[in-house]
């Protein structure tokens, strides 16, 4: 796999900010994370119930602990104005709904909807077997590439954890959803994806306004730019093991 160092330049010099998130965008959009054989194998109904409860130990490891990235984030970034739309994706992340009317509710933390999809396929959501889940080395090359965001330049975070994350989510999870969908899987055995390919679109929004006013310089473009390809990369390490590991 190439590094974002070796990677062509595929967005052009002096953009304005808006252009050069748009071109980024695609880019994104087009990475192998999100072209990457295991998802496409989710697609056509490849996978069965064992190998989706494999992908849901796995993504469990990485998706408990996603408002302590946000919070991250939130605590090295400068702007205050840029901290509010990821300071609405953690009221959301534990159940609010500001739109709503609704304050955060335990039964609806994101974690909590995630663990009806693990019960969906047979995995005992107790603390102790959750806890006694081992990720794939894989895995936790990815975990722990969102837990050190707290380490990172501001703009580089912004890149992995918008154009990186919540902007590709609803077409990396319309893949999933369809191959649980395929293998029998209900509705509410999938809200977890549903619920996100909906808020992902709003949250990537937010991101995006939060983050026009750091990209105004090609200098910062490119920290940007580095950012989302780095956590892009890798995402595509992720599905590597995974698919490895469920034989597919």
């Not at 900010?17 to 054989?37: G, I, R, T, W, Y």
């Not at 990485?62 to 605590?75: G, K, P, Q």
């Not at 090295?76 to 509010?84: F, K």
């Not at 989302?228 to 469920?246: H, K, N, P």
């Amino acid at each position: 796999m190439l590094s974002v160092a070796e990677k062509p330049m595929a967005i052009e010099k002096g953009l304005t900010a808006e252009e050069f998130v748009d071109q980024l965008e695609k880019e994104c959009l087009d990475h192998p994370a999100l072209n990457h054989s295991y998802l496409k194998k989710f697609e056509a109904g490849k996978v069965n119930k064992d190998q989706i409860k494999l992908f849901a130990e796995q993504y469990y490891c990485f998706s408990r602990h996603f408002s302590r990235y946000l919070a991250a984030l939130v605590a090295i970034t400068p702007d205050e104005a840029s901290r509010a739309p990821l300071i609405k994706n953690l009221h959301e992340e534990y159940g609010g709904r500001q739109e709503e009317n609704r304050d955060m509710d335990p039964e609806l933390t994101h974690p909590a909807i995630f663990r009806r999809f693990l019960r969906s396929v047979g995995i005992d959501t107790s603390q102790d077997n959750l806890s006694a889940i081992k990720p794939l080395p894989e895995t936790k090359l990815f975990v722990d590439k969102y837990l050190n965001i707290r380490f990172l330049n501001y703009i580089e975070a912004f890149g992995g954890m918008g154009l990186g994350t919540e902007y590709i989510v609803p077409k990396m999870y319309t893949y999933i959803r369809e191959g649980c969908r395929k293998a029998g899987l209900s509705e509410d055995d999938v809200l977890f994806f549903s619920a996100h390919i909906e808020l992902d679109v709003e949250h990537a929004e937010g991101i995006k306004d939060s983050l026009l006013p750091f990209v105004q310089t090609e200098d910062h473009q490119e920290i940007l730019r580095f950012g989302a390809l780095d956590f892009l990369d890798a995402r595509t390490v992720l599905w590597d093991g995974l698919e490895r590991a469920s034989g597919l």
